[in-house]
């Protein structure tokens, strides 16, 4: 049996050494067009500060690495530039000697990835324009920036890699501004959670243009650009990094004549075969079916491509495989803050008409009386009938990627907000608390669901007629800042002060972070108060919001 693969990194470099552990005595060639096999594109933005010292720490895998340890032969600086499927072949094209040949295959897996997309703005080609994508791309980032000592850097697009690329850019004491077409950063967040992220990047001096867009860059001098955005800004910078997202490398796919979706990208099957059986594909070039959406998605991410690598491979083989469902579990640092997400956002569940609720909690990642307590922002989306979980969020200092991965395997496990409140997680006090943030978002999400408290959004509160808002923190809390028109209450006075209350009206109720309102809640419940509702997170989420606007 003879296996081609075109492309390696994270999904062909996969294939590859999958299919070997399951066939012994098949020719396996990878063919890349690139000058690297296998590295780390995910550091690529760690090693411009340094983070990462070492390029070298960079690669993962050699041509040797392959033949030694998988008699698997790499051919670098080879472009695969057609597909034969009736003869079941490939011409290849040697990028050093241009020398085409012809390779005859069983069966071929196309990994192309995606390329980095450049916006059809005036000046685009400049030399001062990079992408971050390969190690070429860093490569020439870094040669630009020993060459020239760069100050001033604009980074276009506010998504995973803007992001890093910012902090990293920072580290190295250069002046970032950031440029994103959206009205929020980190577009996958929803708005309130991605406010966080942006009240960190003014906290570290970086100018944010939001619902903007670069209209033209014009080269002033060999160091030097002008920039002018759409909004009418104009920007001089030094050196210029778009990271707006990335697009399928079909073209090879497209010219052999398989089947490409709207998006164009690779179309597959639950076995990873496109429209040819003998031709698979994985990667960042298909589309690939979201778990709790149902729908068929791009997700440019290393984990999908590596499971989708061994779908392919154990269908090869002959073995039973096992549907890929995806639901975006990704996570990002930012300076000091953490931002994490799994399933649904908001936003997606409302383009999607789901019925679900949303809750907001302001959780310590670890007992308060331990040294070290950071407090978390966690959102949790669950089906408002069946309580199924939908999807969740978290920002913070410590602890994202803990409550995130515990609700992504909860989402998989088809969990519901009943059984995140007996889920028994790790606990002393250097690492949690008895009652874990994942267990307090369970007990809130029943206390909804059950009706023992309802609940109200801050972009919410528009909708309410005629509400009273109540504030049963402390005095001192009250006057350091608070809702407008909000009368102050503490919950300890509650009980004697009810005759402050109208019945008559919806109370929408505030503490700091929704606990003693919760309280306050049940207290004007218990004493015949028909229409009560939680200001969800509180006063902390409500700056949020107001940060957000």
Do not use: W
Not at 400 to 420: N, P, Q, S, W
Not at 460 to 471: C, K, M, S
Not at 488 to 497: D, F, T, W
């Amino acid at each position: 049996m003879k296996i081609l693969v075109v492309g390696g990194v994270a999904g062909g470099a996969a294939f590859a050494a999958r299919m070997r552990r399951l066939n012994e005595r098949a020719q396996i060639i990878i063919f890349e067009r690139g000058e690297y096999v296998s590295f780390a594109n995910c550091g690529l933005p760690y090693h411009i500060s340094d983070k990462i010292p070492t390029r070298e720490d960079l690669l993962l895998k050699t041509p040797e690495d392959f033949i030694v340890n998988y008699n698997i032969e790499v051919r670098l600086q080879h472009e695969v530039i057609a597909i034969d499927k009736t003869n079941k072949s490939i011409k290849v094209k040697n990028l050093l000697t241009h020398e085409i040949i012809t390779e005859h295959y069983d069966y071929l897996l196309l990994s192309p990835g995606a390329k980095a997309y450049i916006p059809p703005m005036e000046g685009h080609s400049s030399d001062l324009v990079f992408t971050l994508k390969t190690i070429p791309d860093m490569d020439q980032i870094i040669a630009h920036m020993k060459r020239h000592a760069p100050t001033k850097a604009l980074v276009i697009g506010g998504g995973f890699i803007g992001l890093e690329v910012i902090e990293n850019l920072v580290e190295k004491n250069i002046d970032t501004h950031l440029v994103e077409f959206a009205s929020q950063v980190l577009p996958p967040l929803d708005p309130e959670m991605a406010a966080i992220l942006q009240s960190e990047l003014l906290k570290q001096k970086v100018s944010i243009y939001l619902n903007d867009s670069v209209r033209s860059i014009k080269k002033i001098n060999a160091k030097e650009s002008e920039v002018v955005l759409s909004s009418g800004k104009t920007l001089i910078t030094h050196m210029i990094v778009c990271a707006v997202g990335v697009r399928p490398e079909s073209e090879l796919a497209a010219s052999a004549g398989l089947q490409l979706s709207e998006k164009q990208a690779i179309c597959v099957n639950e076995n990873m075969q496109t429209s040819d059986p003998y031709i698979y594909a994985i990667g960042d070039a298909i589309e690939v079916t979201h778990l709790i959406a149902k729908n068929r998605t791009l997700l440019p991410l290393a984990s999908p491509a590596a499971k989708a690598a061994r779908i392919a491979a154990n269908h090869i083989a002959g073995l039973p495989t096992r549907p890929l469902r995806v639901q975006g579990t990704a996570i990002v640092k930012l300076f000091s803050q953490t931002a994490a997400l799994t399933g649904l956002s908001e936003k997606s569940a409302k383009a999607l008409k789901l019925p679900y609720q949303s809750l907001v909690i302001h959780p310590f990642h670890h007992v308060l009386y331990y040294p070290g307590a950071k407090q978390l922002t966690l959102k949790i989306l669950f089906h408002k009938e069946s309580g199924e979980i939908l999807g969740a969020q978290a920002v913070g200092e410590e602890g994202v990627d803990k409550r995130i991965d515990v609700l992504a395997t909860a989402i998989r496990g088809g969990m519901t907000i009943y059984e995140l409140e007996e889920l028994e997680l790790c606990y002393a006090p250097p690492y949690g608390a008895s009652k874990d943030p994942i267990n307090m978002l369970g007990f809130v999400a029943q206390n909804q669901k059950d009706q023992l408290t309802q609940s109200i959004t801050c972009d919410e509160i528009a909708t309410i007629t005629n509400p009273f808002f109540l504030d049963v923190r402390t005095p001192a809390e009250f006057n350091q800042g608070h809702l407008t028109s909000a009368i102050n209450i503490p919950l300890y006075a509650l009980r004697a002060r009810l005759n402050e209350v109208p019945l008559d009206k919806t109370i929408i109720v505030n503490c700091a972070v929704g606990i003693r309102a919760y309280n306050a809640i049940r207290i004007l419940k218990g004493n015949n108060y028909p229409n009560v509702i939680n200001l969800t997170g509180g006063y902390k989420s409500y700056l949020q919001f107001k940060k957000k606007e």
